[in-house]
């Protein structure tokens, strides 16, 4: 077992047992993901989704990973733009998130030139310089190492590609912050009692978005991996924010 800890929600766990607890939220709660994630947001996520899927601005014959890919909203954004040429792989740890992903895409069509692998953000098994754009939306907080998951990442992608972080972040404004906090911490995890059958969950769900690091904070993890002209958007006051940078 390892020395070292990490966090998991507020609680401290060895940096070894991470990934395992990680992998008990998504499979209790893969069934009700969708619907949970609707309800939690009234149905916000699509925007911060829809902006992300504008913003990395896919073109047909590209080569696009999508990361922690879950039920494939992202990733079905990207195969529509994708118009059948170039390449999408999916990824994801947990196989009951992206068998889910695996479904979706299949309903709508998205066939043929999709690929999915089941694999750790950290140790992405792809080819350096291979993507033109690569994306994590809502999971680099649930990443035992995330500056490992980011520097996978930009190993993956090709010079003059594109990274695009989709992530919960800290409120700008005070007034927004107490509100949220006073949302999250109580309605949520009754609304995954009551939804999903598992409060605890959920519980990790809004601990662990207060333990990610600020919009700031990112952006310098993401320089250090290698990335450069790193930005970020705030979404919603802040409570989602969108970075982007690129290898050169
Ligand atoms: C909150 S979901 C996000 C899914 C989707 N990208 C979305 O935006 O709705 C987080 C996903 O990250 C995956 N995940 C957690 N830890 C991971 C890791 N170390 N490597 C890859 N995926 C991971 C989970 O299995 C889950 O599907």
């Known amino acids: ?56 601005a896919v073109r047909p014959g590209q080569c696009v990973l999508d990361v922690a890919a879950g039920t494939a909203d992202l990733a079905k954004g990207f195969a529509h733009r994708l118009r059948g040429q170039g390449a999408l792989v999916v990824t994801d740890i947990n196989d009951a998130m992206l068998e889910l992903g695996r479904q979706e895409l299949t309903d709508a069509g998205l066939v043929g030139n999709v690929h ?40 993956c992608l090709r010079p003059g590609g594109r990274v695009l972080i989709l992530e919960f972040s800290h409120p700008t404004l005070d007034v927004i912050r107490k509100l ?33 690091p600020p919009q700031d ?15 970020y958007h705030n979404l919603s006051g802040g409570i989602v924010a969108l970075h982007m940078g690129c290898k050169l």
């Open 217 to 231: 904070e990112l952006a310098d993890m993401m320089t250090e991996a290698g990335f450069e002209r790193v930005y």
């Open 116 to 155: 999915y692998v089941r694999c750790d953000a950290e140790t992405l098994p792809f080819a350096e310089n291979k993507f033109d754009v690569a994306s994590i939306g809502f999971g680099l907080r649930n990443v035992t190492r995330q500056q490992r998951a980011l520097e996978s990442m930009y190993r």
């Open 1 to 56: 077992m390892s020395d070292s800890k990490t966090h998991f929600g507020n609680r401290k766990v060895p940096e070894d047992r991470k990934a395992s607890l990680v992998a008990d939220v998504f499979r209790s709660v893969a069934d009700k993901y969708d619907l949970m994630n609707d309800l939690m947001s009234f149905g916000i996520h699509r925007l911060w989704k829809r902006y992300a899927i504008q913003r990395a």
């Open 180 to 212: 949220y906090d006073v949302y999250s911490y109580n309605a949520l995890p009754k609304l995954g009692h009551w939804v999903a059958g598992d409060e605890d969950s959920y519980r990790y769900l809004v601990e662990s978005i207060r333990r990610q």
